[in-house]
């Protein structure tokens, strides 16, 4: 067992964890922050997408070991004193989630394109969530949530 | 500004799954908990020589192993239909076990199972364990199975589960229409095996508290009181006044989390054998091998028509994969879900349809969004357009001449259902005008611009669902029930708590069956809250599958909703001191008629409650009532679909440029959450007919067991759709006039865009017939090839 220390979503936190333990395991057990969800094993949904260090990262992917020292972000952070942020606030008018499941990842991934890119277009946004899989929507809806996010005009996409 | 979560319109579930605050399975931590791992077949058929845990129970954590030896004792996991072969025999149902014994069936089938402190622990262990297996033949191929002398159960001595005919009476109007016909259109098909892919995998936990022997298992599952039953009554015997079954939050289903899993009885028992919680959490890999799977038909289909284009008589002939062991609804679904909507939404005097449902070793088959109805709509709608192709004829127009028409329903249809409504061809028209069909000739002339073909495909659909009505199910063979419940509490304070029989995993019960009692009682929907997936705290109701939440447990809601305003209407007469005959509820005041005499809904409920003056005799506290509903047929939700696809003729590469559903669900309650179930189903069904295929090799060895080598939809495969409700024809049977709308877009879009696909390849002078799906780049730009 080794010592890991980072911060997480604004806190810095201290746990002592063995070497093959996930980022994702790590925030799950380790913190009881069980908004990032584990969909898959080869890292292809992108339900544990946090932020590292302000990049999106699939908390998966990396051991806990490797985010000594990191600023990291879940979706329990996204949201502050019952205010909703302006993604989540898009998703949730626009009926962007169903199951919910993917929609931590979902959100934390559309953060981090938003950040780089304010207003991207929609094949942008479609070829950006690539790495995100949602089984619900068919992602008419959660393209239309992140282009309203990005305060595009979505009233003339088709009606949701 | 940010607003409050509660302030953003959307749905009631979505603040706590934005949040992160979602309460899962997996979510869940018991103290003292402990971890289930199984040990699954490497192989896919074979005797278990030895299973040696000698070395595993050593390792560092391990609490307990277990084998098939340690539930020879208890029962099997049933199905829940039994169909009579053509010749009246029964159909062969092998015994389904906790665990395997003896022989392993299929890749992933579970042999043992280590119970450690961490997960890890018992994943290493159950590395440990030493288990010898002596290998047969695989038997995956279903022809094959048919015909060998191998057999996934040696004690049945055959591979076919049945051979079931429908209906057996027309077989020989339905050959004599074929032999006399003007043309028939013949067609081979293959429905493409699917995995469902839930994007939260299975997991379930239990717990055991030894002086009450009381269990609780918390479980990904549709229906818990199904699971319940299955558990208590037929697999391990565990009084039903003695577990509770909880889904908690569930992350999608689309009907692999209908059915009771040997997982679910195996922490069970771990957990009263321990004394500790016992949690198991699949994994993707263990999700592709063992989650029943879908779809997996091969199909002849042939039609007849006479000269002027009408339709004479559908035949089809269907081998079913139900794979290693029957699955809880699997013999259900290619027979009473696909068979009856073999008349599709047409007027043809004769069909007949026989099934062969055939074992192999391979994960068990079952209902998968649609079940049994997109198999028959894509048989049904493919031949319909290679007839059309075959005549010269407009596709439309000869979907048209043969519609069952308004002024026809009820219509009993040749397969044997009494459809209650619809209008096929005001969806036609209005699909016509949504999609643009006249501005197709200009489209498909800029996509030839730049070296693209494009595709028009159409298609109508029909199907059955809102499951069902319990004295039609029982002739034909299921054995349980398909009713739903609900009990709707009023609360001394005025709001109210509904407790459901329906489980919502995405579908938004909580923010829609609101509704349905606010605008009953005429009072505000924030007061009323709804309760689901705990076996302890809703009455029996059968849960989510079938399309069939709103149509037959909100039904149950009205009947629950009627009683409480009679009760009440008891109630405020006794208050005002007149007849509960002259009682008027409006605007959730109650007023004797004619006067302005009256007392408000929360008046009544506290007076229900604090009766101190009640006539005891007349009127008893309280105020809470519970119905059952059961619906008297199914609901028949169709629609008009149509796809524009563009090819590219140097690839093979197909993409979806335009898609539009035109459905009718009867009366809408939510069009937001209609619209998106909708979405849902067009993504599976579109993802059926490109990208997503389930292929196991020769050994049985699953080759697509993870999302590295099984395609799932992607943003960037979709477009936005064109979705319409506007032409619904409400149901004509159920208090709310309602429909099933989340299985329709898997039901109508395969052969929609398969119909684009082909329309596109003749377009560039590639006369393809047909191509099985998925529609790959790579068996789009073979077929160029080869024509």
Not at chain 1, 82 to 107: D, R, S
Not at chain 2, 434 to 458: C, H, N, P, V, Y
Not at chain 2, 505 to 525: C, K, R, S, W, Y
Not at chain 2, 541 to 570: H, Q
């Amino acid at each position: 067992m080794t010592t890991v220390t980072m911060t997480v979503n604004g806190k810095s936190v201290s746990r002592e964890v063995e070497s093959r333990t996930l980022l994702s395991a790590f925030l799950r057990d380790g913190l009881n922050l069980t908004g990032t969800h584990i969909g898959c094993d080869t890292s292809q949904c992108g339900a544990c997408t946090v932020h590292v260090d302000g990049k999106a990262v699939k908390a998966c992917t990396m051991f806990a070991l490797e985010a000594e020292g990191a600023e990291v972000g879940t979706i329990e952070g996204q949201s502050s004193h019952g205010k909703l942020n302006t993604i989540q606030e898009a998703f949730k008018e626009h009926h962007g989630l169903q199951c919910g499941f993917c929609t931590p990842g979902m959100v934390m991934t559309t953060a981090a394109l938003l950040k780089d890119n304010p207003t991207p277009s929609e094949a942008q946004i479609r070829a950006h969530l690539e790495g995100n899989i949602c089984r619900c929507t068919g992602y008419h809806n959660i393209v239309k949530a992140i282009m309203a996010a990005s305060g595009q005009d979505v009233s003339a996409i088709a009606a949701a | 500004m940010p607003k409050d979560i509660n302030e953003v319109v959307g749905r009631r579930e979505d603040a706590r799954f934005l949040t992160g605050t979602g309460r899962y399975t997996d979510d869940i931590t018991q103290h003292n908990q402990a971890a289930a791992v199984f040990a699954r077949s490497p192989i896919a058929n074979g005797i278990i020589r030895k299973i040696d845990v000698s070395a595993a129970e050593a390792m560092p954590g391990v609490l307990a192993i277990f084998t098939g030896e340690d539930f020879t004792e208890v029962g099997g996991n049933p199905a829940g239909w039994m169909i009579n072969s053509r010749d009246g025999s029964p159909m062969h149902e092998p015994k389904r076990p906790v665990l395997a014994h003896g022989k392993v069936r299929h890749v992933g089938d579970a042999y043992a199972a280590v119970i450690a402190e961490t997960p890890e622990q018992a994943q290493d262990a159950m590395e440990a364990i030493d288990a010898d297996f002596e290998e047969l033949p695989a038997i995956v191929d279903m022809a094959a199975a048919l015909s060998g002398d191998d057999y996934v159960h040696d004690e049945i001595g055959t591979n076919q589960c049945f051979d079931w005919g429908w209906i057996e009476d027309n077989r020989a109007a339905t050959d004599a229409a074929i032999q006399g016909a003007h043309h028939v259109t013949t067609l081979e098909l293959v429905n493409n095996r699917l995995v469902p892919n839930a994007m939260e995998p299975r997991c379930s936990m239990a717990s055991y508290h030894p002086a009450t022997e009381e269990y609780v298992l918390h479980t990904t599952s549709q229906n818990p009181h199904l699971t319940r039953l299955l558990i208590s009554a037929f697999v391990l015997g565990i009084p039903e006044n003695k577990l509770t079954v909880i889904a908690p939050d569930v992350g999608g289903g689309f009907g692999s989390k209908i059915y009771h899993y040997g997982e679910e009885a195996l922490v069970l028992a771990a957990a009263k054998k321990l004394g500790r919680p016992v949690k198991w959490t699949a994994d993707r890999t263990e999700a592709f091998l063992t989650d029943a799977h879908g779809r997996d038909h091969v199909t002849k289909i042939e039609l007849a028509l006479d000269a002027e284009g009408n339709f004479l008589a559908f035949r089809t002939e269907t081998m079913a994969n139900v794979g290693a062991y029957l699955s809880n609804f699997s013999t259900a679904t290619p027979t009473f879900l696909h068979g009856t909507l073999m008349a599709g939404n047409y007027t043809v005097p004769n069909v007949y349809v026989n099934v062969k449902a055939v074992f192999t070793n391979t994960a068990p088959v079952d209902a998968y969004r649609g079940a049994g109805r997109p198999e028959a709509t894509y048989s049904i709608e493919r031949v319909i357009d290679k007839a059309a192709r075959e005549l010269g004829m407009d596709p439309i127009t000869l979907r048209r001449q043969n519609f069952v028409k308004p002024d026809q329903y009820p219509f009993a249809s040749a397969a044997g259902l009494e459809y209650d409504s619809g209008n096929y061809d005001a969806l036609m028209d209005r699909m016509e005008e949504i999609a643009d069909l006249g501005g197709f000739t200009a489209r498909r002339a800029a996509s030839e611009a730049k070296g693209m073909w494009r595709g028009l495909g159409i298609n109508a659909y029909i199907e059955a669902c809102g499951i069902a009505p319990s004295n039609l199910v029982g002739v034909l063979g299921s054995r349980v029930g398909l009713y739903d419940a609900a009990t709707v509490r009023v609360n001394a304070t005025g709001n109210l708590s509904v407790m459901v029989g329906a489980h919502s995993h995405g579908q938004g019960h909580e923010t829609a069956f609101p509704d349905i009692v606010a605008d009953m009682l005429g009072i505000n929907a924030a007061s009323i809250d709804i309760v689901h997936g705990d076996t302890s705290k809703i009455p029996f109701g059968m849960g989510t599958y079938g399309s069939r939440s709103l149509a037959v447990c909100g039904s149950a809601v009205v009947r629950a909703t009627e009683k409480i305003i009679v009760k009440a209407k008891k109630i405020a007469a006794h208050m005002l001191e007149a007849s509960d005959l002259d009682i008027e509820l409006k605007d959730g005041v109650f007023s004797v008629a004619g006067t302005n005499s009256s007392v408000s809904f929360g008046e009544v409920a506290l007076k229900a409650y604090i009766p101190h003056d009640f006539p005891i005799t007349e009127i008893e506290p309280g105020l809470e009532e519970t119905a059952f509903y059961d619906p008297a047929n199914f609901t028949y939700p169709s629609g008009a679909y149509c796809c524009e696809v563009e090819v590219d003729p140097e690839t093979g590469k197909v993409s979806v440029e335009r898609f539009t559903a035109v459905d009718d669900f009867g009366n809408v309650i939510n069009p937001m959450i209609v619209t998106g179930q909708v979405h849902g189903g067009l993504g599976q069904g579109i993802g059926q007919a490109l990208l997503e295929h389930t292929t196991y090799d020769e050994n049985g060895q699953l080759l697509s067991a993870s999302y590295m080598d099984y395609t799932m939809p992607r943003a960037d495969d979709l477009p936005f759709f064109h979705v319409d409700h506007s032409q619904g024809t409400p149901c004509t049977h159920n208090p709310l006039g309602v429909k099933g709308c989340g299985e329709a877009g898997a039901i109508g879009s395969p052969p929609t865009v398969v119909n684009a696909v082909i329309d596109a390849l003749n377009s560039g002078g590639k006369p393809v017939t047909h191509l099985d799906m998925p529609l790959t780049p790579h068996r789009v730009w073979s077929a160029m090839q080869t024509v």
